[in-house]
């Protein structure tokens, strides 16, 4: 039986959790995989809208309001015509929340249903395989331990005779610090009440602790204003750390995450410079209502974004219901201020389609949506290269430099250049392409092969280990079910494991200088580009990733008077911008200015001129969208970032790359200068 796979990324990261000697320190969560309560995230599209009567019954069904004080009870679809595979099955959990915003896309907006749902994890199962007559599948996520959630879903009621709210301002990142100061209000009598009227705290687990909170999520815990607005108010004070702390030892398993969260994170420098305020100073604006999603600690961990795509796309159909539920009239801007560099960068890829349909789908509502990206930090970071190869040769050969002492996967994509209706563009790869890699030093098998479509390759271990350490993925072209999405593009994904020992089954990859040759068996020649995929340690996080690169050389060249490097070919940095900020509207909504997607690159003030910075990426004539669509200013001659909030009171940070710039851009569309 051949291997099944959705692609190379969630497969080899399975492989190496299942591989974590036990006990590994290391470890990103080998926890997931040893118990028979391990589901996976999958975004469905329903084959067989149900009636209208059937969604309308469904949906009064899921918001019908609880007694108060009542435990509220588990959901049970059984009985609806159309739901009933789902509340028949035991291996599957809905997601309510989820489900509700597919339910109201589909009644109002005649948009097919579409949905997240859990499913418990079959490793004899293609995981591109939905069921016959019930439903597709569109994307599949990381492992997670997922709980049955419970009714009511709806905790946020607009209330219609308030004044109408102008713009509501959110952000997705990891450890926000929702409690600072610079998120609060002053209400009078010396209190402060928070701004954030709801925050999302995702992880990979369901939190049992709170399994009766009636939160529609079925990992995670959503808290709510009222449940902020307590902490601040106890007396005597609580501390930021202790409710942090308190919070993170009912959401995690595992123990490096129950830890109070450290000064400098990521998550509440972009939110800070987002929409951060001092309550002493009664802003016009600090009425505005904040959301906030908080992605799991795994996805600062895993830069290649394997973790954290599908809770992104969970956050932002999140974030644009609860919106809608404080005023449907509002222009919602969501800041994310994450990004990885490997990709199609067609706007296919899960990401950035789905937001995009989301941005659209708002405008049934009367809904605006803006949400601003990071362009990315990939510029001169030496991790693309574009070859030609000749027909019956090889390509002339390239260097891969992998760090020694890394505890991230090293990931690599081969993807092929050509033309769609006369423009440039990725397209399928063919099968002419085969790839061969050299170790360094020789020490691990040569590997030389032309993959089959759907199946990944390896050399056989020579050293005792059980469990090849790089394997070779052909990912296959993969037709999408819903018309408003594009196909899926055939790749190579060449995917390393670490370069730390963490496995008695699995050898690390061996550090060095591997060399990497392409083959064409075909009588064209092939435009090739490969990309390296990040690998590094994100922010906030200690885990110890270290980037590899295509060893290369730089040259200078004048840019507005000023000298700025650029890499040699065939290195290029052409496409560096990371693959989230490549989404587009769809031709039907592509003309609606109520829909925005902002792509937001980096700039340095030198010698009194704004340049781009070292590390802002560059477009690509393959690339389907331009941009970036702005730039910001971030760093000086002498200076490096912005001053933002530490992740609690009083404490101070500095922020650079483009995800302070992103931030600076939101905090401009938000009105806050």
């Known amino acids: 039986m051949p291997p099944?796979?959705?692609?190379?990324?969630?497969?080899?990261?399975?492989?190496?959790?299942?591989?974590?000697?036990?006990?590994?320190?290391?470890?990103?969560?080998?926890?997931?995989?040893?118990?028979?309560?391990?589901?996976?995230?999958?975004?469905?599209?329903?084959?067989?809208?149900?009636?209208?009567?059937?969604?309308?019954a469904v949906h009064a069904y899921l918001t019908?309001?609880?007694?108060?004080?009542?435990?509220?009870?588990?959901?049970?679809?059984?009985?609806?015509?159309?739901?009933?595979?789902?509340?028949?099955?035991?291996?599957?959990?809905?997601?309510?929340?989820?489900?509700?915003?597919?339910?109201?896309?589909?009644?109002?907006?005649?948009?097919?249903?579409?949905?997240?749902?859990?499913?418990?994890?079959?490793?004899?199962?293609?995981?591109?395989?939905?069921?016959?007559?019930?439903?597709?599948?569109?994307?599949?996520?990381?492992?997670?331990?997922?709980?049955?959630?419970?009714?009511p879903a709806r905790v946020i009621e607009h209330d219609a005779a308030a004044p109408p709210i102008e713009k509501i301002a959110a952000v997705i990142d990891?450890?926000?610090?929702?409690?600072?100061?610079?998120?609060?209000k002053d209400v009078g009598a010396a209190s402060e009440q928070s701004r954030f009227h709801a925050i999302w705290l995702q992880a990979r687990e369901g939190d049992a602790a709170f399994a009766s909170t009636p939160v529609g999520t079925a990992v995670g815990r959503v808290v709510m204003k009222e449940e902020i607005d307590g902490w601040l108010s106890t007396s005597p004070p609580r501390s930021e750390r202790s409710v942090y702390a308190e919070l993170n030892q009912t959401l995690h398993r595992f123990d490096e995450?129950?830890?109070?969260?450290?000064?400098?994170?990521?998550?509440?420098?972009?939110?800070?410079?987002?929409?951060?305020l001092d309550p002493e100073d009664n802003h016009p604006e600090a009425d505005m209502p904040l959301l906030a999603v908080q992605l799991p600690p795994e996805a600062a961990r895993d830069t290649s974004g394997t973790v954290s795509e599908n809770y992104i796309v969970?956050?932002?159909?999140?974030?644009?219901?609860?919106?809608?539920?404080?005023?449907p009239s509002a222009t919602l801007v969501i800041n994310l201020s994450y990004g990885v560099v490997a990709g199609a960068k067609n706007g296919s890829t899960f990401l950035e389609a789905q937001v995009a349909e989301e941005i659209a789908l708002a405008r049934a509502y009367g809904q605006t949506v803006e949400i601003v990206y990071a362009y990315g930090n990939g510029c001169n970071e030496r991790q693309i290269a574009?070859?030609?190869?000749?027909?019956?040769?090889?390509?002339?050969?390239?260097?891969?430099?992998?760090?020694?002492?890394?505890?991230?996967?090293?990931?690599?994509?081969?993807?092929?250049?050509g033309e769609v209706d006369g423009k440039p563009s990725l397209v399928d790869l063919t099968a002419d392409i085969g790839i061969h890699l050299t170790p360094p030093e020789m020490c691990q098998p040569k590997f030389e092969a032309n993959p089959t479509w759907g199946t990944f390759h390896s050399p056989t271990p020579t050293d005792g280990s059980t469990i090849s350490p790089y394997r070779v993925y052909a990912v296959p072209a993969r037709p999408m079910a819903s018309g408003t999405r594009e196909d899926l593009l055939a790749y190579y994904c060449v995917s390393m494991a670490p370069t730390r020992r963490f496995s008695s089954d699995m050898a690390p990859t061996k550090p060095g200088d591997w060399t990497v040759e392409l083959f064409n068996t075909g009588d064209t020649p092939v435009e090739v580009v490969l990309q390296i995929q990040r690998g590094d340690t994100g922010p906030g996080a200690n885990f110890g990733g270290r980037q590899s690169y295509f060893q290369g050389a730089f040259e200078w060249r004048e840019e507005s008077g000023i000298a700025v490097r650029d890499v040699?070919?065939?290195?290029?940095?052409?496409?560096?911008?990371?693959?989230?900020?490549?989404?587009?509207?769809?031709?039907?909504?592509?003309?609606?200015?109520?829909?925005?997607?902002?792509t937001v690159g980096a700039q340095e003030a030198v010698a009194g001129t704004n340049i781009k910075a070292d590390y802002s990426p560059v477009s690509a004539p393959w690339l389907k969208v331009a941009g970036p669509t702005a730039y910001a200013v971030v760093d000086g001659m002498a200076t490096s970032g912005k001053v933002a909030a530490g992740t609690y009171s009083g404490t101070r940070v500095r922020l650079s790359g483009?995800?302070?710039?992103?931030?600076?851009?939101?905090?401009?569309?938000?009105?806050?200068?």
């Open 257 to 276: 995450f129950k830890l109070a969260p450290k000064v400098d994170t990521h998550g509440t420098a972009v939110a800070d410079l987002a929409f951060g």
């Open 568 to 598: 040699k070919a065939p290195l290029t940095n052409e496409g560096s911008n990371s693959r989230y900020t490549t989404g587009k509207l769809r031709e039907a909504a592509a003309s609606m200015p109520e829909g925005k997607i902002h």
């Open 314 to 327: 969970q956050g932002v159909r999140w974030l644009c219901a609860r919106a809608r539920e404080l005023d």
């Open 386 to 417: 574009k070859v030609t190869v000749p027909p019956n040769q090889k390509s002339e050969p390239l260097t891969w430099v992998i760090h020694p002492d890394s505890r991230a996967p090293a990931y690599m994509e081969v993807r092929q250049l």
């Open 64 to 151: 019908a309001p609880q007694p108060d004080g009542a435990t509220p009870p588990p959901v049970d679809l059984t009985g609806f015509t159309g739901f009933d595979p789902f509340a028949n099955d035991p291996d599957v959990i809905v997601d309510i929340f989820d489900l509700l915003v597919g339910l109201e896309h589909t009644m109002t907006a005649q948009a097919p249903l579409e949905f997240f749902i859990y499913r418990k994890i079959d490793p004899a199962r293609d995981p591109a395989a939905g069921v016959s007559g019930v439903y597709s599948v569109i994307d599949v996520g990381a492992p997670t331990i997922a709980q049955t959630p419970r009714l």
């Open 174 to 184: 990891n450890d926000i610090g929702f409690l600072n100061r610079r998120f609060r």
């Open 658 to 673: 483009t995800s302070a710039a992103a931030a600076l851009h939101t905090r401009s569309l938000l009105g806050l200068g």
């Open 4 to 56: 099944v796979f959705w692609d190379g990324y969630l497969d080899w990261s399975r492989t190496i959790e299942e591989a974590r000697t036990p006990g590994d320190p290391y470890s990103a969560g080998n926890h997931f995989l040893l118990g028979s309560d391990i589901y996976e995230p999958v975004f469905i599209h329903l084959l067989q809208t149900p009636s209208a009567h059937v969604l309308a």
